[in-house]
């Protein structure tokens, strides 16, 4: 079965440390993936998706399809990057996603 | 254009009851897919529409309905209420099949 796995429920670093939230899938298809984020009192908005190759507010994820990974990076962190992240499968691109049940990232000053 | 929207924000209901939960679409968006985020969880897909029809089921039972009207807005029926309802459901819409922009969502707790 489709599934998606994000290992750390928390994670905390300093301002201007890099920061890697981690991301594992299991398909047996082509994925589509995407990183969602959701800032304190705000909505889920999309943050990046792998199809794109963008870098949004410094953040990059880079799909390893050998790894079935698609790791969300950012060099260096800063404190406004507080927020939690899920990372997404689209399933057979039909729109309907799969989501990991999110990692929390805290930036201290 | 304004984004999705939601109604109510939050609802409390007793075991066995009905509940309908509404969202209107960002304008011209033709598909709406609805999901259940439960508490310290990931968001859980429970079923899309698209131009009115339903289009892909998540493994929930048939007790959770929905409909799509002309107009792009929809609702989540849900039937014979139980505790485990009890969660933040959230409303997407899109135009094409990546890119979904969801709304804030209804927390709904069930007594």
């Known amino acids: 079965a489709q599934r998606v796995t994000q290992p750390e429920k928390l994670l905390s670093v300093f301002k201007g440390a890099p920061v890697e939230l981690k991301c594992n899938y299991s398909?047996?298809?082509?994925?589509?993936l995407f990183w969602y984020v959701q800032y304190s009192r705000q909505r889920l908005q999309l943050l990046l998706r792998h199809i794109s190759r963008e870098s949004i507010k410094g953040f990059t994820a880079d799909l390893n399809k050998g790894e079935t990974s698609f790791h969300l990076k950012k060099p260096f962190a800063q404190e406004e990057d507080s927020a939690m992240y899920y990372c997404?499968?689209?399933?057979?691109?039909?729109?309907?996603?799969?989501f990991g049940q999110g990692t929390t990232l805290q930036v201290k000053p | 254009e304004t984004g999705v929207t939601q109604s109510p924000t939050h609802l409390i209901k007793t075991r066995g009851q009905q509940v309908t939960l509404r969202c209107s679409s960002q304008?011209?968006?033709?598909?709406v897919s609805w999901y259940q985020q439960a508490l310290g969880q990931g968001p859980q897909f429970i079923f899309q529409?698209?131009?009115?029809?339903?289009?892909g089921r998540g493994n929930f039972p048939p007790r959770f309905s929905g409909l799509q009207f002309p107009n792009y807005s929809s609702e989540l029926n849900v039937n014979a209420l139980e505790l485990d309802d009890s969660a933040l459901y959230l409303c997407?819409?899109?135009?094409?099949?990546?890119?979904?922009?969801f709304g804030p969502g209804t927390r709904l707790t069930v007594l």
């Open positions: 304008s011209g968006h033709n598909t």
């Open positions: 997404a499968l689209d399933e057979s691109n039909t729109g309907k996603l799969i």
């Open positions: 997407a819409s899109s135009l094409t099949q990546s890119g979904q922009f």
């Open positions: 529409y698209y131009r009115e029809e339903e289009n």
């Open positions: 398909y047996s298809g082509s994925p589509e």
